[in-house]
């Protein structure tokens, strides 16, 4: 199979950026319980009971430190780029290891290595955020460095494509799961590029082969994979300063 062009990288992975960033957003803003705001203040600024309730379930919920609480205000941006890989990358790892349950023949699909990129991915435009790094271009290429071995040179983002763009509005109704399998099948269409990105390794993936302790060993050698994708992204940001702003 021939080597698929830079533009075609590009655009791929232009496409999953745009489906990634509005679901980062949503996670950011969303409050639907009206609890994020209750973590800024004391117990004794409400007076009604319901803000009482609301007061004590926001407290639990600041100790997740998630975005948009008092707590998230309070960790450094090291801390809050650490979080995505901590609290997000591993429930979404558990989805790319869970087909490995049912051990060889998952294999002759790609599906946990399509999630695997998608997974990568989205934790990768989260703590690329984190860093300052929201231009979309800039994304798209820390993505094709880091998971495609490919460095690309002012990407054409935005343009016409093949593939529809993503509905910003819906994108950003998705939960997190939803959003990763919207990227996976923006991505197959990079078909032997998706096994650039950092990999588990080798005995991780040949245990992965094996019924029902194929999905452990499967969610062990991602979750080390992701640690190696992280830290290359975050090499590739210090190396790339003018991304950043």
């Not at 409400?46 to 926001?58: D, G, I, K, N």
């Not at 429930?91 to 946990?112: D, E, I, M, Q």
């Not at 993505?143 to 093949?162: E, K, M, Q, T």
């Not at 950092?198 to 994979?225: D, N, S």
Request: proline residues 6%; hydrophobic residues 45%.
């Amino acid at each position: 199979m021939a080597q698929l062009s830079d533009a075609k990288i590009a655009t791929v992975l232009d496409n999953a950026v745009a489906g990634i960033n509005p679901v980062l957003d949503a996670l950011a803003e969303r409050d639907p319980l009206g609890l994020k705001d209750h973590t800024f203040h004391e117990a004794a600024d409400h007076t009604s009971r319901l803000e009482r309730v609301q007061h004590r379930a926001a407290k639990v919920f600041n100790v997740t430190d998630w975005p948009g609480t008092e707590g998230w205000s309070k960790r450094s941006m090291h801390k809050r780029a650490s979080w995505w890989v901590s609290r997000i990358g591993t429930v979404n790892t558990g989805a790319v290891a869970f087909p490995g349950v049912f051990g060889a023949w998952t294999k002759k699909l790609p599906v946990s290595s399509v999630l695997g990129f998608a997974n990568q991915a989205t934790v990768l435009v989260a703590i690329a955020r984190e860093y300052g790094v929201t231009d979309r271009a800039a994304q798209v290429q820390l993505l094709a460095h880091v998971l495609c071995a490919r460095d690309l040179d002012n990407p054409d983002v935005g343009a016409a494509s093949g593939t529809a763009m993503p509905d910003e509005p819906k994108a950003r109704k998705k939960s997190m799961a939803a959003a990763v399998w919207e990227t996976a099948k923006t991505l197959r269409a990079i078909g032997d590029e998706l096994d650039r990105r950092p990999m588990p390794r080798l005995p991780f993936r040949m245990l992965g082969w094996i019924p029902l302790i194929g999905a452990p060993a499967t969610y062990v050698g991602e979750r080390f994979a992701l640690g190696r994708a992280v830290k290359l992204a975050r090499a590739w940001i210090v190396a790339h300063p003018g991304a950043v702003g």
